[in-house]
Structure formats: C-alpha cells, structure tokens
C-alpha cells in the first residue's frame, strides 16, 4: 500500500535501553520529518531529512539519533531511552512544497 | 515568545453552523506559509489547507476556508457548515521563510472541536 507507515504502533521500554522507531514511505519524497507530540507542547520537530543521507537538528533533537541511507526510510533511534523521552511520535514526508503527511504514530512508555 | 498562538483550547458548536478557530502568528519574515491541520481522535494527522503570505486571496478547500489578516498576523480557520466528524484537534502551524529549502514548520498547541448534534 502506498502511504507512510511507522512500526512498532505501540512500545514500552525502559530506562537507558535503545529504542529505534521506523519510518518508511513509499512516495519518494525527499523530505521527511520526526515529531513528538506531548500535552501541552503539540507537536516539536525532533530532526528532518531534505534527503538521503542529509539529516539536520530540529527544536529537540538531544537524545535521538537519526539516519536517512536509503530515501525510503527514516529511523529515529533514542539511545538510552529517558522518562521524559515517553511521548508519541511521529514520522512525515513531504509532498512538493506545502502538504506533509504524517504517519498513525508510535506511542512510547518508557519505564 | 510562542510564534503560533491558538487561543482557544476547546471549542463547541452546533451541527451545521459555522465554526472560526482563531490563530496568530509572530514572524519578520515576509515570504512565509500557514497551515491548517486537523487530528481527529484516531491520531492521524490531516494536511487541510495552507495560505503563503503573498497570496491576495484566503484560501479555500471545500467547508474549510482561511482567513488570513496580514496586518493583524492572524489565519483563523473557518470550517462551514459544521459535520459531527468535524470533531477533532485542529492545529495551525506556520513555515517561515518561505524561500529557500526551508520546509520546517512551527506548530501551535491545538484547538480542541467538539461538534454537537
């Protein structure tokens, strides 16, 4: 199916273990983005790609690493998950120069 | 300073009405773009319409409509005729710096609708 999707839906971890969130479209797009989404702060930009292997930092990238090899898929890995790293996040891509399509999100617990 | 302020965290309206949902922005920059985007409770997110700061006209998809304040810096959403799957979060979020290979945008904290029967 064409679109984006993110794996796993759901994960629980815990404290100081690695965790990576995966991201794949299938549009070609060369933009693609990381979000979290926390109450109160709606959504902040953790890191974007303009294309493979271009990554740049977004608003809160300390904590989270990310890789772009291939166009196609964007993993965003926490290298020792934290409490406060507990959010749900989310993987886009950008089509052209305005509409970003968002993937259904991970909901991340960590422990 | 919050560059996307949505000043109204919930919101009520009657089914068919009309519904505003108010957003502004803080940017110098001349050549920026404003979004709509609407987060039902299922948790996907929904491009719905998106207004560049040199258009003349607001813009319009369907029921949803922008509109758009220069002098003001406000982008309020307007959603016509109001529809029970309405209900949702609505996000304005804002890309500035138009030019160049910006592509990343800046989100306000969400407007919570609820449509009523």
């Known amino acids: 199916d064409a679109g984006i999707t993110q794996s796993p839906r759901y994960k629980i971890t815990e404290t100081g273990r690695q965790v990576t969130l995966m991201c794949h479209q299938t549009?070609?797009?060369?933009?693609m983005f990381w979000y979290r989404q926390d109450l109160g702060h709606g959504l902040r930009l953790i890191y974007y790609?303009?294309?493979?292997?271009?990554?740049d930092k977004g608003e809160v990238p300390d904590g989270y690493v990310v890789s772009r090899s291939k166009t196609e898929n964007f993993p965003l890995t926490l290298e020792s998950a934290t409490r406060s790293q507990t959010s749900v996040y989310f993987c886009?891509?950008?089509?052209?120069?305005?509409?970003?399509?968002f993937g259904p999100g991970t909901r991340l617990t960590v422990l | 300073a919050q560059k996307i302020t949505q000043t109204q965290p919930g919101m009520f309206v009657q089914e068919k009405e009309a519904v505003t949902l108010d957003c502004t922005y803080d940017?110098?920059?001349?050549?920026?773009?404003l979004f709509w985007y609407k987060q039902p409770s299922s948790g996907e997110m929904i491009f719905l319409i998106y207004?560049?700061?040199?258009d003349e006209q607001n813009a319009t998809e369907g029921r949803y409509s922008l509109n758009f304040q220069k002098a003001r810096k406000s982008a309020n959403l307007v959603i016509s005729a109001s529809q029970l799957g309405d209900s949702a979060m609505y996000f304005c979020?804002?890309?500035?710096?138009?030019?160049?290979?910006?592509?990343?945008?800046?989100w306000g904290l969400g407007t919570s609708l609820a449509v009523n029967p």
């Open positions: 886009a891509s950008l089509a052209g120069f305005n509409e970003q399509f």
């Open positions: 549009w070609s797009h060369s933009y």
């Open positions: 790609s303009a294309a493979a292997d271009i990554t």
């Open positions: 940017t110098s920059d001349q050549s920026y773009g």
């Open positions: 207004q560049g700061s040199y």
């Open positions: 979020a804002m890309r500035e710096s138009n030019a160049g290979n910006n592509r990343k945008l800046i």
